[in-house]
């Protein structure tokens, strides 16, 4: 078995692979590598014992796997990361989310230590073959840059752990966007899916517009959320740590 396979995707606004055609940085026995949008078909042929979802605009080098592997070894207890990317074109850092009672997630601060996250950034994730298995598909439901919050917050449930660590850094090759209020609505989306409705009350309230959707949205959400927390690992003490 590989020790590691990475996922690469691009912008859902322009899925069109043939006009972007994907290299591959370099090869090795060890690893694999898979290019498209439709992640949970190039999921099912994976078969690495660490899967790293990323981003065409990140670049996913060798030092990159080194640190990876390194971090691997040194957490056992640890089912997924969220590495931090180096923005080179804005010179900043970005990592990892908290859980937020107002903001819903709260990015990390640059000079975070190593701590266990709810999330990681939209365009960099990191688990492991035997989480992914216990947790499920990536709801394709979701904006692209929501559904590895969304798979992270399910995982909790599944009794994964997403640990952040300053030095599991990767830079970026091109310019990172975001997705403004439809990213909004669907991390609520997934937010209330995962946690309910009071968990997420002051975050809604300040947020009119992502409270109807959610509400329009609402017997799907429960539905999926009866699902994901039926039989749930996840403990009020370990969720206390994720804030």
Not at 22 to 30: C, I, L, R, V
Not at 94 to 120: C, H, I, Q, W
Not at 146 to 172: E, I
Request: aromatic share 14%; glycine share 4%.
């Amino acid at each position: 078995m590989r020790q590691f396979d990475v996922l690469v995707w691009d912008s859902t606004e322009d899925p069109s692979q043939e006009n972007h055609p994907f290299t591959p940085p370099f090869t090795d026995d060890a690893l694999g590598w898979f290019y498209g949008n439709n992640l949970n078909s190039n999921l099912e042929n994976s078969e690495a014992e660490w899967i790293v979802f990323a981003h065409r605009s990140i670049a996913i080098d060798r030092q990159f796997l080194n640190d990876l592997a390194e971090c691997i070894s040194s957490f056992p207890m640890v089912d997924a990361f969220a590495p931090r990317i180096h923005d080179t074109a804005a010179g900043k850092f970005l990592s990892g989310y908290a859980l937020d009672k107002k903001t819903g997630l709260k990015m990390l601060d640059e000079n975070a230590k190593m701590r266990f996250v709810a999330a990681p950034y939209p365009y960099l994730a990191v688990f492991s073959r035997r989480i992914m298995q216990r947790t499920g598909r990536l709801d394709d439901t979701l904006t692209q840059s929501t559904m590895f919050a969304d798979f992270a917050f399910r995982m909790l449930h599944a009794g994964g752990k997403m640990f952040s660590v300053p030095y599991l850094v990767a830079n970026t090759t091109g310019n990172l966007s975001e997705t403004g209020t439809k990213a909004t609505k669907h991390f609520a989306y997934a937010l209330v899916k995962s946690f309910g409705i009071l968990h997420n009350l002051r975050f809604l309230v300040k947020n009119p517009k992502v409270s109807y959707f959610i509400w329009k949205k609402r017997k799907e959400i429960f539905e999926k959320r009866d699902k994901a927390t039926l039989l749930s690992k996840l403990k009020s003490d370990f969720l206390a740590e994720l804030f």
